[in-house]
């Protein structure tokens, strides 16, 4: 966040720092004495976004800002963009879209509600991209964003709903919208969407995270598409944070397989090596299995242990990506990757720059990023009063709320409902924007 670089004729403006922070102002507090079940009791079955949680099952930052976690991965996005074959462009595409979700490993810390109007900025001349997002609806919860490379060479976009739900022992996050990805060098467009996201051991027990479910990756231009299958962990956690699935031409051809786990790493090898290897591992287990008793058929109370740490590589595989290692203090600051460490900080020049709704300048992330929570709860409850009030203001006014920086309209790529971003967010006047904090 160096500045913006110039970027086409536009004079470099400061945008904060060069160096990055390496942890937080203070480490996260324990949640051991919190009784989440007191909460939650009364939600089975329900959608938690209505639900006021406490500030201590917070992260220290808003859910705008652990969106931008997608872009830790950015440089699988300059790797497409190097390669004439589209193959070898959608096997980064697909690696860059399963690396978007790598972040929530061990992420059990729930981040901030956005605040109607409320918007987050990163400019990240080292990754070659800047970001923006808003929070464009309140019920339901939509955040919309933008990013686009430095050098022009890429667009990313999209708005996710992240619908929540409290089964009982679990929740589950099913993250619907769009994601579209351009590269215009190729005049080519991707679209997909994340796979559910499940917290486990709410109540009791240590907790642990899954991801599963359909992830379909299409080239627009092409119509090759690469199917993903993010496993769910079964009843003896074999299959825990595996991903695997086939890039296939448009006539539905398999022209290779990637496979691999979203916490760790991705390849990609011969489509008929791979089904060969899964042919000979399934009769392995089947047989491993007749030797074994199985007595229950229901979800694991404790984090399964995966058959050894690391993914078993198939002769003749290709690394297409491996995860960035936590730091080593990760486990006192929330879990948070190197780059999620970076989304909050705050300098003294980025003040006069940031637009007033960005979520640094959120009073109670800020007071939970230092380490006060009873500050952190108060302000927290006093801006939501705020935006309750302003809701009901407009509502005797007959005044509707206004996006700034996205609209309505169709996703160009595949015709669905999507919010578009309207192009003005750089020229950086932000004279007529709400007071939300």
Known sequence: MSGEGNHGNQKAQCNGVKKHRTSLPAPMFS?????????????????LS????????????????????????????????????????????????????????????????????????????????????????????????????????????GSIYPKLKFWGKSVEAEPKGIISLELPKYNEAYTWTNPTCCVHNIIVGQLWIEQYGNVEVINHKTGERCSLIFKPCGLFGKELHKVEGYILDKSKKKLCAIYGKW?????????????????????????????????????????????????????GSELIWRIAPRPDNSAEFYAFSTFAMQ???????????????????????????????????????????????????????????????FHQGTNPHNKAQDWLYSNSYWDRNYSLLPDIY
């Open 263 to 315: 916490t760790e790493c991705l390849y990609t090898v011969d489509a008929d090596t791979f089904d060969a290897h899964k042919k000979s591992d399934k009769k392995n287990s089947e047989e491993k299995k007749s030797n074994m008793q199985t007595s229950v058929d229901e979800e694991p109370e404790e984090m399964p242990l995966p058959d050894g740490d690391t993914v078993q590589v198939i002769p």
């Open 31 to 47: 949640r051991n004495d919190v009784s989440i079940w007191s909460i939650l009791k009364k939600c089975i079955g329900m959608e």
């Open 50 to 157: 209505k639900i006021a949680m406490p500030v201590i099952l917070n992260e220290p930052l808003s859910f705008l800002q652990r969106l931008t976690e997608y872009m830790e991965h950015t440089y699988l996005i300059h790797q497409a963009n190097t390669t004439t074959d589209s193959m070898e462009r959608m096997k980064c595409v697909a690696a860059f879209a399963v690396s978007a979700v790598a972040s929530q490993w061990e992420r059990t810390g729930k981040p901030f509600n956005p605040l109607l109007g409320e918007t987050y900025e990163l400019i990240r001349e080292d990754l070659g991209f800047r970001w923006m997002s808003e929070q464009v609806s309140h019920h339901p919860p939509v955040s919309a964003f933008h990013a686009e490379g430095l050098q022009e060479d890429f667009l990313f976009h």
């Open 343 to 405: 989304l909050n900080e705050l300098e003294e020049g980025m003040k006069g720059v940031l637009p007033p709704t960005d979520c640094r300048l959120r009073p109670d992330i800020r007071h939970m990023e230092k380490g006060d929570i009873d500050s952190a709860s108060a302000e927290k409850k006093r801006v939501e009063e705020k935006q309750r009030l302003s809701r009901k203001n407009r509502s005797k006014s007959t005044e509707e709320w206004k996006t700034r920086w």
